[in-house]
T-cell receptor
Framework: ELKVEQNPLFLSMQEGKNYTIYCNYS?????LYWYRQDPGKSLESLFV?????AVKQEGRLMASLDTKARLSTLHITAAVLDLSATYFC??????????FGKGTHLIIQP | DAMVIQNPRYQVTQFGKPVTLSCSQT?????MYWYQQKSSQAPKLLFH???????NEADTPDNFQSRRPNTSFCFLDIRSPGLGDAAMYLC????????????FGAGTRLSVL
């Protein structure tokens, strides 16, 4: 059974600081997704990582994938207030949907 | 323009009263999914359709059913909602196997009184 673990589950950080969220998964997969969710809203796709060594950047967020280690990271650079949200990583099961991590609830404080 | 549309956005029902949630898509995707997301938890897959083929997750309660009358529409029926079924219900679509990017609708928040 595929398991996806994120850590930390809760993160409070100050504006301007850097931090990394980790996502480990238990079975072989060559792709991984990161989503953002604001309170009461649906999931917004952030990154699609399709191969070992993939690195994608959008603004202050950068995601990477190491399929051999079964590890993805989401790095936040110089955090700003509007990055506060819950971030989910998810691993696909073929056409059978996604298995999500529990999410990282991120709060950026002034 | 929204590509995966869920209606209603908010639904209130009574304990035991059947309720239907709707999802439509303009992407012409083969696969449609229903996820349940309870407060502060990860989305959990309930079932999906690959074209007309229905695929139920092993731990999805029998209380939850789904219909897909055509490519564009998919419905989630909750036959006898309990208090524990209060959640956000998310519909998603994907082209199929391969790239498998999933596009999510805005969700329907279900309250059970």
């Amino acid at each position: 059974e595929l398991k996806v673990e994120q850590n930390p589950l809760f993160l409070s950080m100050q504006e301007g600081k850097n931090y990394t969220i980790y996502c480990n998964y238990s079975t072989t997969s060559d792709r991984l997704y990161w989503y953002r969710q604001d309170p009461g809203k649906s999931l917004e796709s952030l990154f699609v990582l399709l191969s070992n060594g993939a690195v994608k950047q959008e603004g202050r967020l950068m995601a990477s994938l190491d399929t051999k280690a079964r590890l993805s990271t989401l790095h936040i650079t110089a955090a700003v207030l509007d990055l506060s949200a819950t971030y989910f990583c998810a691993v696909p099961r073929g056409a059978d949907g996604l298995t999500f991590g529990k999410g990282t609830h991120l709060i950026i404080q002034p | 323009d929204a590509m995966v549309i869920q209606n209603p956005r908010y639904q209130v029902t009574q304990f035991g009263k059947p309720v239907t949630l709707s999802c439509s898509q303009t992407l012409n995707h083969n696969v449609m999914y229903w996820y349940q997301q309870k407060s502060s938890q990860a989305p959990k897959l309930l079932f999906h359709y690959y074209d007309k083929d229905f695929n139920n997750e092993a731990d999805t309660p029998d209380n939850f059913q789904s219909r897909r009358p055509n490519t564009s529409f998919c419905f989630l029926d909750i036959r006898s909602p309990g208090l524990g079924d209060a959640a956000m219900y998310l519909c998603a679509t994907s082209r199929g196997v391969g790239l498998n990017i999933q596009y999510f609708g805005a969700g329907t928040r279900l309250s059970v009184l």
